[in-house]
Each structure stands twice: as C-alpha cells, then as structure tokens.
C-alpha cells in the first residue's frame, strides 16, 4: 500500500506528560493544543514522515499558578520559544505493529534527536465510511539537554523537578481524500 496524508482526529487524540515532583511522586499534564502532518502507510510505519507541533501555551497540570510559571522564562519561555516540534528522520520496525520511530525534537532553541515506541493500533472505517487509524507513542526526554534547568534543592536531598520527562501520545487519524 501508498503512503497517504492523514489528519489528526483531536476529539480521539491526546499529548501528554508526567515528571517527578520532589523526587516522591509524579504530576501529570496534557498539552490541548497541537498540530501533526503525517504521510504513512499506517500498516507500515517505515516510509513515512511524521511531523508534529505542540502549542507550549495550552500547558494544563491541572493548577493554574504552576501552568502559568512554566509558559515563563524559568521554563518554556513561550515568548521567545512558542512550540514544541518533532520531525521524524528514521522509523524502523522492531516487531508486528511496534516501531521505534527517531526525529528531531526541537524545544527552547534546542534541537535534538530522539526515538520514541509507536504501536500501531489498527485501522478500520467508522460509521460514516471514513478510513481511520490509531497509534499510540511513548518516550522521554532529559529537560536539561534543551536547556530547562529550573529547579529547587529539597531540605531532604534531591530535587523539587525530576530532570526526565515521560511523554504518551495517543493519536487517531483519519484519511485525507
């Protein structure tokens, strides 16, 4: 099968994220809003190319104060730094549906390749005869290898913020005509 453009489905789509607070437990958030362009045969992940585009703004931890200090300089800097972007360079099958899918991960001015797992969920027409895929992804990254260093010495030992960052998408896609 052709590789085909497909459209993100944000109502059956999702990006999120959980860091290590105070070194005990795990928060977690969601970015609302993103962007992807895709150019795959969903059955086979190995041509395609993948690129996708995270609104750092739409940051929700779920408290307001703690959303509104990451999008400062002490973190996203969204003035200056805007987007969290991905450009996939290399996608390699590593078992039935699984593949280890490496690009260039580009956050606060700095570029850097990353591999993240993406299983492929399956595919099939929904109700109305659209055709529609789904996959699902995840990773992490070290916040300081892009510069995002912010941080508080605990009394106890250790750190207020973890330095790794699980990232899990799930993403539903539909057919472009």
């Keep these: 099968m052709a590789n085909s453009k497909w459209a993100v489905d944000f109502t059956h789509s999702s990006v999120d994220f959980t860091i290590k607070h105070m070194m005990i437990a795990k928060v977690k958030g969601t970015f609302h809003k993103f962007e992807a362009e895709i150019d795959a045969d969903p059955a086979d992940l190995t041509t395609a190319a993948i690129s996708f585009a995270v609104d750092l703004s739409s940051i929700d931890t779920r408290n307001a104060d703690r959303d509104n200090h990451l999008r400062t300089g002490d973190f996203f800097d969204i003035a200056q730094f805007p987007e969290l972007t991905f450009k996939s360079t290399n996608i390699v099958k590593t078992d039935d549906d699984e593949y280890e899918v490496t690009g260039d991960v580009s956050l606060?001015?700095?570029?850097?390749?990353?591999?993240?797992?993406?299983?492929?969920?399956?595919?099939?027409?929904?109700?109305?005869g659209n055709e529609k895929a789904g996959f699902s992804g995840k990773g992490s990254i070290k916040r300081s290898d892009y510069g995002l260093t912010y941080n508080a010495a605990l009394e106890t030992g250790g750190v207020l913020i973890g330095d790794e960052v699980k990232i899990s998408i799930e993403i539903e896609v539909g057919k472009q005509a």
Excluded: L
């Design 108 to 128: 606060h001015g700095v570029t850097r390749s990353e591999t993240f797992s993406v299983t492929f969920e399956g595919a099939g027409k929904d109700p109305w």
